[in-house]
């Protein structure tokens, strides 16, 4: 097994040249890509077979992080985020200084800051969000572990993470709330 350091230096390389990771997060295994790449979110598109027209869940290392690419965060968020202890992916009205595929059509952006050490160092070291879908072609089921990955996926990324760094996913999907700039909720998923 590789060292956690030299996982990290490998994705960030892979992630700086543009290219897909196979990662594991704090909920299931991921394909991500930079955030703020469209050739890159491109090829996550492609990969999943899925249609562009759908948006992509990012994940950022803090709110500071998340300020960076949200026009303006509503008030709850930085509460909501706090007290979650669970999973949870919040949909901000607008995102900002991000891939333009990467967003919803109406301009809202899914962050989640993950509650994983090995995402976080990640995000950090690389310095801006990644992408974070589900490991798996469009309509297929989501892997809850590197094991259920089908082969097709672990062959088309750039780079894949070494599968006993998975041991802190729940191998459960977040929660998403969506919230609206006058604090609105909306529960997207529980």
Same mark, same amino acid.
């Given at each position: 097994m590789k060292q956690r350091k030299e996982q990290i230096d490998e994705a960030v390389k892979a992630l700086k040249a543009g290219?897909?990771?196979?990662?594991?997060?704090?909920? +299931?295994?991921?394909?991500? %890509? #930079?955030?703020?790449? =469209?050739?890159a979110v491109e090829k996550v598109f492609g990969l999943k077979q899925r249609s562009d027209s759908k948006s992509l869940i990012i994940l950022a290392s803090d709110m500071d992080m998340v300020a960076r690419y949200?026009?303006?965060?509503?008030?709850?968020?930085?509460?909501?985020?706090?007290?979650?202890?669970?999973?949870?992916?919040?949909?901000?009205?607008e995102g900002i200084n991000l891939a333009p595929n990467v967003t919803?059509?109406?301009?809202?952006?899914? +962050?989640r800051?993950?509650? %994983? #050490?090995?995402?976080? =160092?990640?995000?950090?070291?690389?310095?801006?969000?990644?992408?974070?879908?589900?490991?798996n072609i469009s309509g297929t089921p989501a892997p809850r572990r590197?094991?259920?990955?089908?082969?097709?996926?672990k062959k088309s990324v750039d780079c894949a993470v070494d599968p006993a760094f998975e041991h802190n996913?729940?191998?459960?999907?977040?929660?998403i709330i969506k919230l609206g700039i006058y604090n609105e909720v909306q529960v997207i998923r529980e």
């Open positions: 290219g897909t990771l196979l990662y594991p997060t704090d909920t +299931i295994w991921g394909i991500g %890509c #930079d955030a703020t790449n =469209e050739d949200v026009r303006e965060i509503p008030e709850m968020a930085v509460t909501v985020e706090s007290l979650s202890d669970k999973p949870l992916t919040i949909i901000y009205p919803a059509e109406d301009g809202s952006i899914a +962050i800051i993950p509650k %994983c #050490d090995f995402c976080i =160092e990640l995000i950090r070291r690389f310095g801006r969000p990644i992408v974070s879908t589900s490991a590197y094991a259920d990955i089908s082969d097709d996926v996913s729940t191998g459960k999907a977040s929660s």
